[in-house]
């Protein structure tokens, strides 16, 4: 008699009769799983396929027989979790720190805090320069023809208010400077190659007249003693010497006087000694061109007087500031030329 139960336990059993049959291998009639559902090969290979392409580190492709497989999703930065409503303002994190700068505008100075003033770089000085200065021509102490000419060169443009001498003394220096300082020169006192180029430029050759003027000062009328003769006749009122012969005046020239602590002697004299370099023994004093006519006085060119004029005083000399004018006036006087002193 057929039995009519099916075998079907629940268990995946089945025999006649209820008994137990032979355990379900893996073959592929004992595909059946708790669920009920069917494996089948094709759900297999897709799988198979899949983990192959996981393991070559490829995305899973559209293979022939997978298409209804779906690929694997990628992995995916898991979505930040939701901000807990107990919480006023979350913590932010380092990295989101890092990566969004503050939208808010960076805090301006304060109202209160004055902005520093600007500062101003200072220039640097100049390098000094490495120009040698130029070279002196002439100084005080200096005494030639270029010095003469000098003197008539200031005096044709006002800086020098008295006959060219030939001697460099203080007068000279204080009109070159007059001369730099109006042009803006260097203010030494001594003239320069620059100096004497910009004088040159400004004036005139000057003549013989304005090189060797008459005497500075008038002469005046000579002494009834002058008329006869040589004779060197001194006046101390006008403070001139004249050189005479029988009454006519072959030169003249500026004088001055002792002090009155050491006057000089009024009369007539005669020349008994010439010293063309004479030095004072008594005061270590140079006397150029002495012509001596009473005892230590004499008449000599004094360099005080050409550099400081009416300024000063001799010890009883005859004092000449003109050293071009006394040389000539030495060579031409004799011994025994008479010499008239008066007031």
Not at 11 to 29: I, K, L, N
Not at 62 to 74: D, W
């Amino acid at each position: 008699m057929a039995d009519t139960n099916s075998g079907w336990d629940g268990r995946g059993t089945s025999g006649p009769g209820g008994a137990p049959g032979p355990a379900a291998g893996p073959g592929p009639v004992a595909g059946r799983c708790a669920g009920g559902r069917p494996r089948g090969r094709r759900a297999v290979a897709a799988s198979l396929v899949a983990l192959a392409a996981l393991a070559t580190g490829c995305e899973p492709g559209t293979a022939e027989g997978a298409q209804e497989v779906a690929p694997p999703a990628r992995a995916t930065r898991a979505a930040p979790p939701a901000p807990s409503p107990f919480l006023t303002a979350p913590a932010p994190t380092p990295a989101a720190e890092d990566a969004k700068p503050s939208a808010a505008p960076p805090p301006g100075p304060s109202a209160s805090t004055a902005a520093p003033a600007p500062t101003r770089a200072r220039p640097k000085p100049p390098a000094p320069s490495t120009a040698p200065p130029p070279r002196v021509l002439m100084r005080t102490g200096s005494e030639s023809d270029r010095v003469r000419e000098l003197q008539a060169r200031l005096r044709q443009i006002g800086h020098f208010g008295r006959n060219p001498t030939g001697y460099y003394g203080s007068v000279t220096a204080d009109a070159v400077r007059s001369f730099q300082a109006k042009r803006r020169l260097p203010v030494t006192g001594s003239t320069d190659a620059v100096t004497w180029q910009r004088l040159l430029a400004m004036t005139r050759v000057p003549t013989a007249e304005e090189l060797d003027p008459p005497t500075e000062r008038p002469l005046a009328a000579p002494d009834e003693r002058c008329l006869k003769g040589r004779v060197l006749c001194i006046s101390k009122e006008s403070r001139t010497l004249a050189w005479m012969r029988d009454g006519k005046v072959l030169s003249a020239m500026d004088v001055r006087f002792g002090s009155e602590y050491t006057p000089t002697r009024e009369g007539v004299f005669e020349v008994f000694w010439k010293s063309r370099d004479h030095v004072s023994t008594l005061y270590d004093t140079p006397m150029p061109y002495a012509l001596f006519f009473s005892g230590g006085q004499a008449v000599h060119y004094s360099a005080d007087f050409a550099a400081n004029g009416y300024g000063g005083a001799s010890h009883g000399c005859v004092n000449v500031r003109d050293k071009k004018k006394v040389a000539a006036l030495f060579d031409q006087v004799k011994n025994g030329d008479k010499v008239v002193v008066y007031s």
